[in-house]
């Protein structure tokens, strides 16, 4: 077998995050994974070389953005992410997954509170569908504190404000939400 070629290891999420976007990523993660199983069992000593996933994304599905992080998680090849531009929403998480983090310099990240598009019409369906929502804020408000030096104080007071968190580079190194600058 043939040591796979460094372009196939370069994915993009360049799109709002939806399951269009998603799937061909989580896809080519497992491919890879697959491969470098395989060629772990016929090279001794072969080592893994890391997927870069490169982000723009203004944000998108909350499902579909944490199938794509637990993609990441598992994935036992690195995966970089690595942000050009923007991660913003659902995309912040996304960049928080990888196992190495890497921002440009002019980039901005950006949190901000669950957005909810309540379809219920009756009284029962709303507060199921707002149960949800603070589930999947809870969810992400863990993922970022846990993976960076952010407190869940800090989140709490963007969202008490309805304020959206935009995070320049300089300050996602800061807080160790960025490993590094891009270069």
Partial sequence: ?????????????KDLIDEKSVMPLIEAIHKINDDD???????????REPIKLYIYTYGG???????????IRASKTPVHTIVLGTAMSMGIFIFNAGHKRLIGEHATLMYHD???????????????????????????????TEYSLVEESV????????????????????????DAYYK
């Fill in 155 to 178: 989140i709490n007071d963007y969202i008490n404000r309805k304020a959206d968190w935009f995070i320049p580079a300089e300050e996602a190194i800061r807080l160790k939400i960025a």
């Fill in 61 to 71: 599905v909350c499902y579909a953005g944490f199938a794509l992080i637990d993609a």
């Fill in 37 to 47: 199983a395989e060629k772990e069992k016929e090279y001794n000593g072969w080592e």
């Fill in 1 to 13: 077998m043939a040591k796979p070629n460094p372009m196939e290891r370069k994915l993009y999420l």
């Fill in 114 to 144: 669950v957005s909810l598009h309540l379809e219920s019409e009756m009284t029962e369906g709303i507060k199921i569908e707002l149960a949800e929502g603070l589930r999947l804020q809870k969810m992400g408000i863990q993922f970022l």
